[in-house]
């Protein structure tokens, strides 16, 4: 099979379902990657996929794959790039691992329901790969602020990550900036988190005594919280 053969294959899928034919779209989809899978040699497969992989992730082509800027494979295309990029990661290979990471590590990924290849862990592994690039700095560095912004959602309610947990976060991250010249944007986003949970951790240890929201407004900072519903 030939690369131009592969792209007409999901292209016939996209107009179908484009055209609102989603069941006949899924069909033609499934009877492609089954052939895919029985027909071409090992060989070919790696080569296509790798080139699917670099055109959709770090060429922006096949926009119909995404949604609102996320990634949004369908599932049997998405089995066949689970499959190769579980051989690549193991193999530990580059931008494989990132690769892998754009496509199953921030959404749920059906191929692998029980997490049997961590997300985290092969976003780590491509951030100390040699041949580490620009694009894996900035997802690790945005994993880290992610997940401040997921534990500070419910302040001043709670924290929903471990102190222990920020500590972590706050360190790689400042890793990551001590590393590579990353933009003022990053550092700045990196600052509020940190005065943010400093603010919440000074408040909360000494007994929630205070209007949170004014020492948030002391400290320099903008935070909304989000409205909490309490049931008896």
């Not at 001590?178 to 007994?207: C, I, N």
Request: proline share 5%; net charge negative; charged share 30%.
């Amino acid at each position: 099979m030939t690369y131009k053969e592969f792209c007409a294959g999901l292209d016939e899928y996209s107009a179908l379902r484009n055209n609102g034919l989603k069941k006949q779209a899924n069909k033609v989809l499934f009877a492609f990657t089954e052939n895919f899978r029985k027909s071409v040699p090992q060989g070919e497969v790696d080569a296509l996929l790798c080139r699917f992989c670099r055109d959709f992730l770090d060429e922006d082509k096949f926009p119909e794959f995404r949604v609102f800027g996320g990634v949004h494979v369908p599932f049997q295309l998405s089995g066949l790039l689970y499959d190769y990029l579980k051989r690549e990661c193991a193999a530990e290979q580059m931008p494989h691992l990132r690769w892998a990471y754009e496509f199953f590590g921030r959404y749920y990924n059906p191929h692998d329901p029980t997490l049997e290849q961590d997300p985290y862990d092969i976003l780590k592994r491509a951030y100390e790969h040699p041949k580490c690039d620009d694009k894996t700095v900035v997802l690790y560095f945005n994993a880290q602020i992610d997940e401040l912004g997921f534990g500070a959602h419910h302040f001043p309610v709670g924290c929903c990550i471990a102190r222990k947990v920020y500590l972590e976060d706050v360190k790689t991250a400042e890793k990551i900036i001590s590393e590579h010249d990353l933009p003022k944007e990053f550092v700045e986003e990196l600052e509020y988190y940190k005065t943010l949970y400093r603010v919440y951790f000074e408040w909360a240890d000494g007994g929630k005594n205070g209007d949170f929201n004014e020492l948030i407004k002391v400290a320099g900072i903008s935070f909304s919280a989000p409205r909490a519903y309490f049931y008896e």
